[in-house]
């Protein structure tokens, strides 16, 4: 039964990432989807699996492309009338193209984005199969459940800690906001291949809370996010993996880090939620 009567209609756009215009290679990385005539908000979406683009591109800064997507969003909120030609102009880097709008029916906006991302973005099968690991994969999670509880866009990211402490601190803190008098910052660390992230997170953390109570006069609330033990295999079967799980663990909590699991991201999300009012 044909439902195309019952389809709206719509014009998508596909993002490119182009690291050299001279040799035309590029990698889809993300979907605009608008409908015609108006009505729903026009929907962005980038995708969450770098791998294609570093491999094209080893040096590509896969945080400026988060934001820019984090920039598209806004810019169509405060602008839903507005050119999109013109909007894309001001915002796409010199390594970011968009291909010509074509016509597209959708059962509706969230489902046709999904579809596109299916068709044109998202790897195939046999690359999702190598699933994400490590702090990448965390990272990943926590994107996922903030932007379920549609608070992504508000967080800030990749939080220079030499704002706090010195200068010259490599340290960036993947997200953080503010609700009243407390600044809650979050830090995906794996504990897959050792105890290393946790033992420079436990370093940098009391020059990082005195830092945010000088600059910001306001307590700093630093969780670092890690897997759950028995992803890991940290059980009592392999008891070293489990004694170098609990001291990344006990490190961090000895400097006053908070430590939760991806198990526990949509319980932070949905606080971030209502502490945000979204």
């Known amino acids: 039964?044909?439902?195309?009567?019952?389809?709206?209609?719509?014009?998508?756009?596909?993002?490119?990432?182009?690291?050299?215009?001279?040799?035309?290679?590029?990698?889809?990385?993300?979907?605009?989807?608008?409908?015609?005539?108006?009505?729903?908000?026009?929907?962005?979406?980038f995708t969450r699996d770098w791998r294609r683009v570093r491999c094209l591109d080893p040096d590509a800064d896969t945080v400026l492309l988060e934001n820019m997507e984090t920039d598209l969003r806004r810019l169509f909120q405060h602008d839903p009338d507005g050119k999109l030609k013109?909007?894309?102009?001001?915002?796409?880097?010199?390594n970011v193209q968009m291909t010509e709008p074509k016509a597209y029916l959708a059962e509706s906006i969230p489902a046709g984005v999904e579809e596109l991302m299916r068709l044109y973005v998202d790897p195939p099968a046999r690359e999702r199969a190598q699933r994400i690991s490590g702090r990448a994969g965390i990272q990943a999670r926590m994107?996922?459940?903030?932007?379920?509880?549609?608070?992504?866009?508000?967080?800030?990211?990749?939080?220079?800690?030499?704002?706090?402490?010195?200068?010259?601190?490599?340290?960036?803190?993947?997200?953080?906001?503010?609700p009243n008098g407390v600044i809650r910052m979050f830090h995906a660390v794996s504990l897959e291949p050792g105890v290393e992230m946790a033992k420079v997170l436990a370093f940098s953390a009391a020059r990082l809370t005195a830092g945010v109570e000088r600059v910001e006069k306001a307590t700093l609330e630093l969780t670092a996010i890690i897997e759950p033990a028995a992803k890991l295999g940290a059980?009592?079967?392999?008891?070293?993996?489990?004694?170098?799980?609990?001291?990344?663990?006990?490190?961090?909590?000895?400097?006053?880090?908070?430590?939760?699991?991806?198990?526990?991201?949509?319980?932070?999300?949905?606080t971030a939620r209502r502490e945000l009012r979204v």
């Open 1 to 45: 039964m044909n439902n195309n009567n019952q389809r709206r209609p719509c014009e998508f756009q596909l993002l490119r990432y182009v690291p050299d215009a001279l040799r035309n290679e590029y990698v889809h990385i993300g979907v605009i989807l608008r409908e015609q005539g108006g009505g729903e908000p026009v929907q962005v979406r």
């Open 86 to 94: 013109r909007i894309l102009d001001e915002s796409l880097s010199l």
């Open 143 to 178: 994107r996922t459940e903030f932007e379920r509880a549609g608070v992504w866009d508000l967080l800030r990211k990749r939080i220079a800690a030499s704002d706090y402490t010195r200068p010259g601190d490599p340290l960036r803190i993947d997200v953080g906001y503010r």
């Open 235 to 270: 059980t009592d079967e392999d008891p070293e993996r489990l004694a170098m799980y609990r001291f990344g663990v006990e490190t961090m909590e000895e400097h006053r880090i908070r430590v939760l699991t991806t198990t526990d991201l949509p319980r932070v999300a949905d």
